[in-house]
Structures are given as C-alpha cells and as structure tokens.
C-alpha cells in the first residue's frame, strides 16, 4: 500500500484536504499611513524630471498625500548627469511655485525638497563641492542603475559617509543583478547606508523578482525608510491597495522605520 493510500484508509489524506481548500488569506485591518508622517521620496515638482508634468498635477498628488495622512513632503527629483541637469536652484525654484500654489489653495501640508541623486561621476564632483541637497540627519537619497551592477558604489558610499553624510538607498529590492547577491546589499549596511523600500514594490507593479526581494529584505528587517516614489497619480493609487498587505504591516510592525523622525 502506498503512502498517499494508507494517509486515504487512515482520514488524514481527507483532513488534509479540507485544511488546504479552507484556508483563507488572513484579513488584515487597512494600514494608518499617517503614523509615517513624513513621505520622503517622490517627483512632485512640475516638469523638471520624469514625476508631475503640471502644477496641478502636483497639487492633485500633494492631495491625495494629504489624504493617506501624510502630514509633511520631501519630495526628491532626479539628478543624473545624462538625463536630469537639476541643480539645487531649480529644484528649489520649483518647490516654491509649489509652496505659493498650496498656499493660494490653502492646503495645510509641510513640504520640502532634496533630489535621488544617481551614483555617477557627476554625483562624485557634486560631492566633493558640498553640493548635495540633503534632510533629516544629513541624509542623501542616492539611486543605482536598474540594469547594470556599479562598479564603483562602495567607494561612493565611503566618501559619502566619511564626509559627513548618511546615505539612504532608493528602492535597493530594484536592483535585479544583486536578488543572488545579497552580500552586497550587506556590505552597503556595514558601511553605515539606510534602506528605503517603494512601497508599490509589494503589489508587483515593478516586477515579481522586485516584489519577491522586497518580502526577503523585509523578513530580514534591513529598512529605515518606506516611500511612494510617486511620479504620478497610478502610483498613489496602487499605494492605496498596500494597506491591507501582510509584509507592509511586517514592516509597519518592525520598530525601525524612521519617517517619523523627519
Ligand atoms: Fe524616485
């Protein structure tokens, strides 16, 4: 008699079957995201990246943050040497027809700028000129390639860290060629960086080897930080549907993220 037939004779095999057709995905209580207070990384000023390509545009996203909770903004636009040419004066030229919008609007809501700086030689001048737009603790939101490991990452970081600035690494469960190399992603916290997830990496919306490393660094408790990223107003909406997702609330529960300190 074989196995699956004596586990038949004996009621288990039947048992086992009710448990597995019964068992339903645990209910969990929608997320407060207003115990975050602070949303510290997405693209909300007009027409200066690949974020909002219009005032109101930003003023609808700055909204629907309001809505989630969110009682302040740092919102972060892209620097990258081939791309994005921003520099500090037009990102803040930027953030105050922002401010004076809100204010005509009178819509109550903290907001602030810095930039996702993407690791290149230019960030490596901007560096060594104290040009970096930073919050917090000194902080500096920096992005790698989506594509290609970097070469010279480590190096970065030190001079970052070694000059006085705390590191913060964007979405770092985006980063395809480290999801079998996660020592990597270890020597980055060794050397003092913090981790911010997307929060949209939970649904998929990125990819599912995104989603999949974003559930492994959150069961080994590696983030300081969780974010929108939102470019547009998708974003905020698929973020809606994390509420009820069992690895935010993990992260929710960890005791480490620091939005709240910002
Ligand atoms: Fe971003």
Redo the contacts with the bound molecule.
Sequence with gaps: MSVLQANKHSGTFKSTLQKLFSRKKKELDPLDFSVLVTDM???LIPGIDDGVKTLDESISLIKKLQQFGYKKIIT?P?IMADFYKNTPEIILGGLQKVKNRLKEENIDIEIFAAA?YYIDEDFENKLDNHQLLTFGKNYVLV?LSYVYPPSNVQQVIMNLVMSGYTPIL??PERYPYWSDKFEEFQKLKDSGVLFQLNINSLTGHYSVLAQKMAHKMIDMNVFEFVAT?A?RMQHLNIAEQTKTDEYLHKLFSSGKLLNNSL
């Design positions: 990384h997405s693209h972060t892209h996702e992005e964007a979405h990223d470019h």
